[in-house]
């Protein structure tokens, strides 16, 4: 989750939680601003450190944990210190779990690529002003508070264009590619064609 945006992670804190988690703004760890692997390391260092003490059903507890259940255990650890939790062992079934940072953008991305796949090649008024309207509601309201403030200052820089659909999905891809660049993600080749076969007809046969 690389931001160019200043961060409050359980490193300054809350010294008593492994560091490195990013916090929301009400100063718990935030579920869709960090993965599935931040939150297995973390796992991880909770196991070390807890050779002092915690049960080994308590380890299983921790290693099965689902990330709902593993973020509840550390922001309730901020009232309770105990190093012995009591806690069932679980199956890690994340399907219905909140998404993470990775699974809310690999959804969001593919609506938005879908859609920039089905728009009008000649669009009206409205449909350019309804888009460019949800592009920017996006850039406000996207769950992860760090990605939607380094994407409201790309679309700031790079504004939507929305004249017809190949335009609008040309320019998508590029803002994709910004953060694939952040997050030193491979960069995708942003021609219509190789656009289409990914996002609206699939590969020729
Ligand atoms: P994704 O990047 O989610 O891509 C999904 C699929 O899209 C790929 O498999 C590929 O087939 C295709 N694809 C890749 N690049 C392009 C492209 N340029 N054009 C068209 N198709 C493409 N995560 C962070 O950690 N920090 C952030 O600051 C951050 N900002 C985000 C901002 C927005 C607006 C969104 C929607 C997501 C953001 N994310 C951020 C999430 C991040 O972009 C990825 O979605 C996430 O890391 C999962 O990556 P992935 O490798 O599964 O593939």
């Known amino acids: 989750q690389v931001s160019s945006e200043p961060r409050r992670t359980t490193k300054e804190t809350h010294p008593h939680l492994p560091p490195g988690l990013i916090l929301d703004e009400n100063g718990k760890v935030c579920k869709v601003c960090n993965t599935w692997q931040d939150f297995a390391k973390i796992n991880k260092k909770q196991q070390t450190q807890s050779s002092d003490g915690t049960s080994s059903q308590g380890k299983t507890a921790l290693k099965g944990m689902s990330m709902a259940g593993f973020a509840n255990l550390l922001n309730n650890s901020q009232a309770s210190s105990s190093n012995n939790p009591t806690l069932a062992p679980v199956e890690v079934d994340r399907s219905n779990c909140p998404p993470d940072t990775a699974s809310l953008g690999r959804s969001t991305w593919t609506f938005l690529h879908t859609t920039a796949s ?18 920017e509601s996006l850039s406000i309201f996207y769950p992860c508070s760090w990605c939607a403030k380094d994407f409201q200052k790309d679309i700031r820089q790079n504004p939507p264009e929305v004249k017809n659909r190949e335009d609008f999905m040309r320019w998508l891809c590029e803002r994709h590619n910004t953060v694939n660049k952040k997050l030193n993600k491979p960069l995708f080749e942003c021609s219509i064609k190789n656009l289409d076969r990914r996002w609206k007809d699939g590969p020729e046969d």
């Open 118 to 135: 089905y728009y009008p090649s000649n669009p009206t008024e409205i449909h350019q002003s309804k888009i460019t309207n949800l592009l």
